[in-house]
T-cell receptor, first 112, second 112 residues
């Protein structure tokens, strides 16, 4: 069974902390994504990566950075967490054929 | 660039009722179109897709037809079940084909 695994289901962090969200996929996919999901706003693309060490900004990259040192792993970094980054974060991967994107179960982050 | 608009929810139905969730898109060319579903507490999973005009995608009793004349990809099911309660997202690739763009999601609640 193919999988995208996010390291945490729930996280609570303090304002100003540096936060790491980890995502691993076992499908040898080139493309990986981080989305943010908020009520009434749907899914918004934060960053994506099409290869190791390559990254592209999505629609809302401010306050975030990413790291892709290995093909299977894509990390989202909140350099200094703020309360407006409280949200559900979803990781996804997409193969070269781009026929289907696979999602992790999500990380619900609360910044207090 | 490409964009997608889907009907706002929530949609509340009784078991065995007919379901329609409207989705319209704006795109360059004729990209693949997707419906994703998110069950409570889970990430998104592909429900169905269509890769060219007049294609009909179907899965689990759900159907959607790719209509280029009306730029629509409406989701339908003839008889919903309580287990269909979820959030449904219409999606298509961005103009560069590098990521998926999602609608805001429609919450479906089915009661017995």
């Amino acid at each position: 069974d193919v999988k995208v695994t996010q390291s945490s289901r729930y996280l609570v962090k303090r304002t100003g902390e540096k936060v790491f969200l980890e995502c691993v996929q076992d499908m040898d996919h080139e493309n990986m994504f981080w989305y943010r999901q908020d009520p009434g706003l749907g899914l918004r693309l934060i960053y994506f990566s099409y290869d190791v060490k390559m990254k592209e900004k999505g629609d809302i990259p401010e306050g975030y950075s990413v790291s892709r040192e290995k093909k299977e792993r894509f990390s989202l970094i909140l350099e200094s967490a703020s309360t407006n980054q409280t949200s559900m974060y979803l990781c996804a991967s997409w193969g070269a054929g781009r026929t289907e994107a696979f999602f992790g179960q999500g990380t619900r982050l609360t910044v207090v | 660039g490409n964009s997608v608009t889907q009907m706002e929810g929530p949609v509340t139905l009784s078991e065995e009722a007919f379901l329609t969730i409207n989705c319209t898109y704006t795109a360059t060319g004729y990209p693949s179109l997707f419906w994703y579903v998110q069950y409570p507490g889970e990430g998104l999973q592909l429900l169905l897709k269509a890769t060219k005009a007049d294609d009909k995608g179907s899965n689990k009793g759900f159907e959607a037809t790719y209509r280029k004349e009306t730029t629509s990809f409406h989701l339908e099911k003839g008889s919903v079940q309580v287990s269909d309660s979820a959030v449904y997202f219409c999606a298509l690739p961005n103009q560069a084909g590098t990521a998926l763009i999602f609608g805001k999601g429609t919450t479906l609640s089915v009661s017995s």
